[in-house]
């Protein structure tokens, strides 16, 4: 008859893959933000860390998913208060205006995640369909139908509209850190009027 398994070990071997898991992420966090996604090798990764190269293979079989873990990963902890923002807008401009503050307020308070993505822009242009971050990009663009639907914004094409947002934030996101403090509020405000300016416009196409 076979032994069953002792609870208490297989929660302390559940325990060390997980451990496994975050210590091969961290390391590839510091190596991408360092020598860029294109230069990192799955060696670099692994002599970060204590782990032998066999349980690295046991996480991921490249550098590339590595890469996806770590953007799903910033895209988990972000989207909730993105998802809760929102839900609680009145207007559209709350709306917009909310997004890029819990965006803005996330690369302020985590830099380090930011150079990752400031660090490897090639790499991001073609991972950006990660699970974790179209789901956000869809939540976004489902809102903004919404506001559409509930009469809070005039009909404009929300998938465009979805895109110019999610691009202005990665940008001006990119230049706010550049300065000695962000600005987190100059970036909101300046993002925010932009999109809003923009959307009269688009309304209005005759408006002067």
Same mark, same amino acid.
């Given at each position: /008859? =076979? =032994? /069953? $398994?002792?609870?208490?070990?297989? *929660?302390?071997? =559940?325990? &060390?893959? %997980?451990?496994?898991?975050?210590?091969?992420?961290?390391?590839a966090r510091s190596i991408f933000a360092e020598l860029g996604y294109g230069t990192t090798t799955v060696r670099d990764i692994i002599r970060r860390t204590d782990l032998a190269s066999g349980t690295f293979y046991n996480y991921f079989q490249s550098k590339e998913e590595v890469f996806q873990a770590l953007m799903d990963a910033n895209a988990l902890e972000v989207r909730p208060h993105l998802i809760e923002t929102r839900a609680n807008a009145r207007t559209f401009e709350d709306l917009i205006e909310g997004t890029f503050r819990v965006f803005f307020d996330y690369l302020a308070r985590d830099r380090g995640a930011f150079e990752v993505l400031r660090s490897n822009a090639g790499a991001i242009r073609v991972r950006m369909d990660t699970p974790e971050? %179209?789901? *956000?990009? !869809? =939540?976004?663009? %489902? !809102?903004? $139908?919404?506001?559409?639907?509930? *009469?809070?914004? $005039?009909?404009?094409?929300?998938?465009?509209? &979805?895109?110019a947002a999610v691009g202005m934030a990665f940008e001006i996101g990119d230049r706010m850190l550049a300065q000695e403090e962000a600005d987190v509020e100059g970036a909101v405000k300046f993002a925010t009027s932009l999109i809003m300016g923009g959307v009269v416009k688009l309304s209005n196409p005759d408006s002067p």
């Amino acid at each position: /008859m =076979e =032994e /069953m $398994e002792v609870p208490a070990k297989r *929660g302390k071997r =559940e325990q &060390t893959k %997980v451990n496994n898991r975050k210590a091969i992420l961290a390391a590839a966090r510091s190596i991408f933000a360092e020598l860029g996604y294109g230069t990192t090798t799955v060696r670099d990764i692994i002599r970060r860390t204590d782990l032998a190269s066999g349980t690295f293979y046991n996480y991921f079989q490249s550098k590339e998913e590595v890469f996806q873990a770590l953007m799903d990963a910033n895209a988990l902890e972000v989207r909730p208060h993105l998802i809760e923002t929102r839900a609680n807008a009145r207007t559209f401009e709350d709306l917009i205006e909310g997004t890029f503050r819990v965006f803005f307020d996330y690369l302020a308070r985590d830099r380090g995640a930011f150079e990752v993505l400031r660090s490897n822009a090639g790499a991001i242009r073609v991972r950006m369909d990660t699970p974790e971050i %179209v789901a *956000g990009f !869809d =939540e976004l663009q %489902v !809102d903004i $139908e919404k506001a559409i639907s509930d *009469g809070l914004l $005039e009909p404009v094409n929300a998938s465009y509209l &979805t895109a110019a947002a999610v691009g202005m934030a990665f940008e001006i996101g990119d230049r706010m850190l550049a300065q000695e403090e962000a600005d987190v509020e100059g970036a909101v405000k300046f993002a925010t009027s932009l999109i809003m300016g923009g959307v009269v416009k688009l309304s209005n196409p005759d408006s002067p």
